[in-house]
């Protein structure tokens, strides 16, 4: 599949959930990986992942274009994994998802990278209601306009030990005697797992055939959010209400959680991501997906229960728990 070797290459917010695994992807196939995050330090035990000295975290800031021309010099290709998923604290969707990106994409085409791989959503729509999906879908006609042969790939709700969907709503379920049906749990995903996620950009990068394509990854199954919810019931053996919570009471609530979020803290909902939940979230038929790159997607039966039985009362051990 691969028409080039592996050589240097810059993953731009390469430390997170879904950059973790696309370092250890990359290095795997012999890339030497160049992991550019604005906290070198939390990107230090990636090194592991490759041999002695393949993977190197550098300090970079994608707002800045200084540090991201200095991060791409050299480097044969690029990953763009940088995001975020509500603002506050100084975190902006429009600088984070299109200024970065701009960024990116213009520094890689006066470097001469070879290839470029972009991270975006499912749901990315310069016209949608909700500011994250609108500035994803901003970002990717910025990436092709500076990058025209730049790989878009747009995953539906990423799961994998580590992520901030099951684990929220499993945490979540460990305390609260109520987990919110949010629009009464109609809205549809096609959950995929991050190991198919990362192995996709790493085929993305080396495929000829995918240069200046979008992919849409989903996994073998939709699922409703009340589907979800009744399978993390399941495999935490906790016995929460599921209360219906129509979209506008959720917006209200989502309102009042940017609070805490504008001082830094992690909200539990925001009002923009109700307006994401207003719309489903699965790959659009016919689109190009995990299959053309050779990938079969991995369900979320066979790896969530590997990591939510740490919500049990007793963990994994635990045989008859109860909610004690």
């Known amino acids: 599949m691969a028409d080039f070797g592996p050589g240097l290459i810059t993953v731009f917010g390469g430390s997170g959930f879904i950059g973790a695994q696309v370092v250890r992807a990359l290095a795997k196939r012999g890339w030497r990986v160049r992991v550019a995050v604005r906290k070198?330090?939390?990107?230090?035990?990636?090194?592991?992942?490759?041999?002695?000295?393949?993977?190197?975290?550098?300090?970079?800031?994608?707002t800045k274009p200084a540090d991201v021309a200095a991060a791409l010099k050299g480097a044969d290709a690029a990953i763009n994994l940088v995001g975020i998923l509500f603002e506050g604290a100084g975190r902006?969707?429009?600088?984070?998802?299109?200024?970065?990106?701009?960024?990116?994409?213009?520094?890689?085409?006066?470097?001469?990278?070879?290839?470029?791989?972009h991270m975006s959503a499912l749901g990315a729509d310069v016209n949608g209601k909700a500011a994250y999906a609108r500035t994803k879908g901003q970002a990717e006609i910025a990436v092709r306009d500076a990058f025209p042969g730049a790989v878009i790939i747009r995953p539906s709700v990423v799961f994998g030990a580590g992520d901030n969907f099951l684990n929220k709503f499993a945490a979540m379920a460990t305390f609260s005697p109520a987990l919110p049906l949010i629009g009464g749990g109609v809205t549809k995903f096609q959950p995929v797992y991050v190991g198919d996620v990362a192995e996709a950009i790493a085929r993305a990068v080396e495929a000829p055939q995918a240069e200046g394509k979008t992919f849409e990854l989903g996994g073998p199954s939709v699922w409703t959010f009340e589907d979800i919810l009744k399978f993390i019931v399941r495999e935490t053996k906790r016995t929460p209400f599921l209360i219906p919570l129509p979209f506008a009471v959720a917006r209200m609530i989502g309102s009042l959680a940017q609070i805490p979020a504008a001082i830094g803290l992690t909200p539990a909902l925001t009002k923009d991501q109700v307006l994401l939940l207003q719309g489903d979230n699965v790959v659009s038929p016919g689109a190009a997906g995990l299959?053309?790159?050779?990938?079969e997607p991995t369900g979320l039966e066979a790896i969530a229960p590997s990591y939510l039985w740490r919500y049990r009362v007793g963990g994994q051990y635990a045989e008859n728990p109860t909610n004690a």
């Open 291 to 295: 299959a053309e790159l050779g990938i």
């Open 92 to 117: 902006k969707f429009e600088t984070s998802h299109v200024e970065g990106a701009i960024n990116v994409a213009q520094a890689a085409k006066a470097a001469g990278v070879k290839r470029l791989v």
């Open 40 to 62: 070198p330090a939390l990107a230090y035990d990636l090194r592991p992942l490759g041999d002695v000295g393949q993977i190197q975290p550098v300090l970079c800031d994608i």
